[in-house]
């Protein structure tokens, strides 16, 4: 039985204990019809509206293979360093849930279409850590279930359940890691980065939108311990469907330190599955893991065997596009980024964002100022992704142009994006119905000029004793009078002529 015990300090752990991870990553397809039939895959349609008697299972329908996804398949297995196989087919995993309408999944079992890759990703200090593949098969999503009247969504409480089968059938890749051992103090760290590396290659490769939000990329995180020195793996538990980059880190810690404090008090690890909860940072017993066994696995009759050749294979290579590592390292060269700078770019989700914004015609420092910097801000603010904000990159580059032309200051230029940001309309737009822009009539600046130092007359004396320091208060003046829409150096240049400087 396991024992009640408390969290063990991270620190203490690592002088007792070794981790050891196994991550399972699910990947929606961005194909425009499901696994086995030509039923629509939409997000958000209404509930049962894009499902037939093949993916609703019904008796006699017969499965039809999306040639889409078998090719994405292989071109991930190659942006992985799979080897492809020379022949491989479909397996029905035998379990019951409602969500899965057949009572079996069409998944693969013992024959993969890739295995034995790699995938090298950089940690947050620059350093690389080696991540093996295992294997990435083809198989079904199931089904979604919303449970109505429990709290936050969740089965404990709920007084029904609803089910929509929109997502059943949709296709999917599984790609599993080999377990990951050697990490040390970094495990959570690894995991975080290694899901992050392989979202970047997948959304470069435009065979998924990787959307974790809407569960179109799902990390199950499988953690055990062992103890210091051992070559043993402890038992494992897998913390099911964790949807963010942050609490793939986050659950992965947390489980190592549960272990670590059930095993020190004596008592021993259920292999099962978890829920990971992000308001508490904890995860919770769902139930008892299953075998390969408990599955009864037996190939599918339905479907004939995939059989890639050697010219298929590498025409589809010639399809990979440049590589997100690959990118980087020219990024870096081309914008003259020091490695300090790009790993700030990444690690704030920017760099698809800049490049965008500087290919709509803005230099890449102005772009990465805005992005890293303001937006990323904003972002923090509303509590979502970067590229959720409601901007486009040929905005913030138009914002900019404003800037270079002197129509807008970069106090103004804030007040643009946030209007942007609020749903007012595009950068222009907003200049004309917030009537945001540089006062650039010399009359109309004089004047105000003129008001500042005749209510300041004391500062304007100093200014014509020779002390332009002092030139800072009238220009503050001034920037005050026009609500901030004066350009400040032609108002210093404007109150110096005035005071014979």
């Known amino acids: 039985m396991t024992a009640?015990?408390?969290?063990?300090?991270?620190?203490?752990?690592?002088?007792?204990?070794d981790p050891v991870l196994g991550l399972e990553v699910h990947v929606e397809l961005s194909t425009a019809t499901k696994m086995f039939c030509g039923c629509a895959t939409d997000f958000g349609a209404e509930p049962n509206t894009q499902v037939c008697p093949v993916c609703l299972g019904m008796p006699g329908a017969l499965p039809v293979v999306n040639g889409t996804a078998v090719e994405?398949?292989?071109r991930?297995?190659?942006?992985?360093?799979?080897?492809?196989?020379?022949?491989?087919?479909?397996?029905?995993k035998n379990y019951f849930y409602p969500d899965m309408p057949k009572n079996f999944q069409t998944s693969q079992y013992?024959?993969?279409?890739?295995?034995?890759?790699?995938?090298?990703?950089?940690?947050?200090?620059?350093?690389?850590?080696?991540?093996?593949?295992?294997?990435?098969?083809?198989?079904?999503d199931t089904g979604k279930s919303m449970h109505v009247g429990g709290a936050a969504g969740r089965i404990h409480g709920a007084e029904h359940t609803l089910m929509d089968y929109n997502r059943a059938g949709v296709p999917l890749i599984e790609i599993v890691t080999?377990?990951?051992?050697?990490?040390?103090?970094?495990?959570?760290e690894v995991a975080r980065a290694y899901v992050t590396a392989l979202r970047d290659l997948l959304r470069s490769m435009r065979v998924s939108d990787v959307r974790m939000d809407q569960g179109s990329l799902r990390c199950d995180a499988n953690v055990s311990l062992s103890p210091k020195g051992s070559a043993e793996f402890g038992t494992r538990t897998e913390t099911k469907n964790v949807?963010?980059?942050?609490?793939v880190e986050r659950a992965v810690r947390y489980e190592m330190r549960r272990h670590a404090g059930v095993l020190t008090a004596g008592g021993?690890?259920?292999?099962?599955?978890?829920?990971?909860?992000?308001?508490?940072?904890?995860?919770?017993?769902?139930?008892?893991?299953?075998?390969?066994?408990?599955?009864?696995?037996?190939?599918?009759?339905?479907?004939?065997?995939?059989?890639?050749?050697?010219?298929?294979?590498?025409?589809?290579?010639?399809?990979?596009?440049?590589?997100p590592w690959e990118r980087r390292k020219r990024v870096q060269q081309d914008w003259q980024l020091s490695d300090e700078e790009l790993r700030d770019l990444v690690n704030a989700g920017a760099l698809d964002l800049v490049a965008a914004t500087v290919d709509a015609g803005a230099s890449p420092a102005e772009a990465r100022s805005w992005w890293v910097a303001y937006l990323s801000q904003q972002a923090n603010t509303q509590g979502v992704e970067l590229e959720a904000l409601a901007i486009t990159p040929e905005q913030v580059a138009r914002v900019i142009e404003l800037v270079s032309e002197g129509k807008l200051t970069h106090k103004l230029a804030r007040q643009v994006v946030d209007g942007v940001l609020a749903g007012?309309?595009?950068?222009?737009?907003?200049?004309?119905?917030?009537?945001?822009?540089?006062?650039?009539?010399?009359?109309?600046?004089?004047?105000?000029?003129?008001?500042?130092?005749?209510?300041?007359?004391d500062v304007a004396d100093k200014i014509r004793g020779g002390k332009v320091q002092a030139a800072g208060a009238v220009v503050g003046a001034v920037m005050k009078a026009t609500q901030g829409q004066a350009d400040a150096k032609r108002v210093r240049e404007l109150v110096l002529a005035a005071c014979g400087q």
Not at 4 to 17: H, W
Not at 76 to 92: P, S, T
Not at 113 to 138: K, N, P, Q, S, W
Not at 434 to 443: L, M, P, T
Request: net charge negative.
């Open 72 to 74: 994405s398949a292989i």
């Open 178 to 188: 080999k377990p990951i051992v050697g990490a040390g103090e970094r495990a959570p």
């Open 76 to 92: 991930i297995g190659l942006a992985l360093n799979c080897r492809v196989a020379e022949w491989c087919r479909f397996a029905r």
């Open 243 to 247: 949807n963010s980059l942050r609490s």
């Open 4 to 17: 009640v015990a408390e969290i063990m300090d991270y620190d203490e752990l690592l002088e007792r204990f």
């Open 424 to 457: 007012k309309g595009d950068p222009d737009e907003v200049v004309a119905t917030e009537g945001i822009e540089v006062v650039s009539d010399d009359s109309a600046l004089q004047a105000a000029v003129d008001e500042a130092l005749a209510a300041q007359p």
């Open 110 to 140: 013992d024959e993969p279409i890739v295995f034995d890759g790699y995938l090298d990703v950089v940690l947050d200090d620059g350093e690389t850590f080696r991540v093996e593949i295992e294997r990435a098969h083809m198989e079904e």
């Open 268 to 323: 021993t690890i259920v292999q099962e599955t978890r829920h990971f909860d992000e308001s508490t940072a904890s995860t919770s017993a769902g139930r008892p893991k299953e075998t390969a066994e408990d599955y009864r696995y037996f190939p599918e009759p339905d479907l004939v065997p995939i059989a890639p050749s050697n010219e298929w294979i590498e025409q589809l290579r010639e399809t990979l596009p440049e590589l």
